[in-house]
């Protein structure tokens, strides 16, 4: 699967604590600055790891799951359920 | 002119500092015993200069703009922006050598070497968690060389290899009177965001260990190729000590320590190389 950009802007821009607070506070106002699929905002509002693994960087996607308080164990057990070829679903 | 007085490499795990109270002893005095070879002997040398290695960790670059490799070329940099970083390592901003930095850059263009230059870096934790642990606070100024160890396409090894010949041949034709180590930050075997996250390869690191020892390149070359697109995404970072190997002629290679710490999803090397 191609790389998302947007997903991954989203994800590389929440690493500054001031727009994770914004996005704590207002998903949907920081969300509509992103040019997002709308499969991928159902997906961050459940953390859904089947839709959001294929199109970022890994390291990203962990950055992510730590900032939105998923445990590591549960964030790895999310990613050894993954398809094999999820990369390229 | 300036003189190479040492080569190291350290892991640099985030793990270490965020979660470092919260180690049992036994993982933190692993930890300290390893990081402190590596500080002991590079103290010991008195660097006016280190030259440090190490990927990017999306802080300085991201999708829109990604070298393959760059070189801070200016007078100073930023400290670490992570949160655990500034707790443990509070150096808001680092001094570089913005003169053996630049001739670097320089030579490298004369070479035929593209590198991305930066006059303003900011060195995150795989650049400042080896110079904590190795009680470089404040380090002296440090030359960051920037390699893209985390998203593909990435340098080759034989390319890697010649960075560190280039490297070489920069710190010794710099006029200036200047002691200068390289520290190789990265690796060995990690996964990270991956389905095999936390998994450490053993058998891979031993090998990597192995074939550093022996040193000769293509074996090097042969292997790692091969071997990296199958291993955790962290193993990647073994490209930092492909350039350490090769600024010392591909020889003299010394392992320090390997501790495989599943707390900090690394396995951990730390090594040496001679100058001679």
């Known amino acids: ?89 | 002119m300036a003189e190479l007085v040492g080569i190291f490499a350290a892991s640099h795990a985030p793990l270490v500092a965020r979660e470092w109270d919260n180690f049992t002893p036994e993982v933190r005095a692993g930890l300290t015993r390893c990081y402190d070879k590596v500080g002991a002997r590079l103290r010991a040398l008195k660097p006016d200069v280190i030259v440090e290695i190490a990927t990017d960790h999306w802080v300085n670059f991201f999708l829109n703009n990604l070298p393959a490799v760059c070189i801070g070329v200016g007078p100073e940099n930023e400290g670490p922006p992570e949160p655990f970083m500034r707790k443990v390592y509070n150096n808001p901003v680092i001094a570089n050598h913005a003169g053996l930095a630049k001739h670097l850059a320089d030579l490298a263009f004369a070479a035929d070497f593209e590198p991305a230059l930066s006059h303003r870096l900011t060195l995150d934790h795989g650049f400042c968690i080896p110079l904590w642990r190795a009680g470089l606070d404040p380090p002296p100024p440090i030359v960051p060389l920037l390699v893209n160890e985390i998203e593909p396409p990435m340098l080759s090894v034989k390319r890697c290899l010649a960075w560190g010949r280039l490297l070489r041949r920069a710190i010794a034709s710099y006029p200036e009177k200047l002691r200068v180590a390289i520290l190789a930050s990265g690796g060995l075997s990690h996964s990270i965001g991956e389905p095999t996250m936390g998994a450490i390869e053993i058998e891979f690191d031993k090998e990597s260990i192995a074939l550093f020892d022996k040193g000769a390149e293509q074996p090097m070359i042969d292997y790692f190729e091969a071997k990296l697109p199958t291993v955790g995404n962290g193993g990647h970072e073994v490209r930092s000590w492909f350039i350490a190997h090769a600024a010392a002629g591909s020889r003299g290679f010394e392992l320090l320590e390997y501790l495989p710490v599943p707390e900090v999803y690394v396995g951990c090397g730390f090594a040496s190389w001679s100058v001679q």
Do not use: C
């Open chain 1, 1 to 89: 699967m191609a790389t998302d950009f947007w997903l991954s802007k989203l994800m590389y821009d929440l690493q500054d604590p001031k727009l994770r607070e914004e996005y704590r506070a207002d998903r949907a106002g920081v969300l509509s600055r992103y040019k997002l699929e709308p499969a991928v905002v159902r997906a961050l509002e459940t953390h859904d790891i089947n839709v959001l693994a294929p199109r970022v960087n890994a390291y990203l996607l962990r950055f992510y799951y730590q900032y939105s308080g998923v445990k590591d164990a549960d964030f790895m057990s999310g990613l050894r359920a993954l398809p094999k070829d999820y990369l390229n679903g």
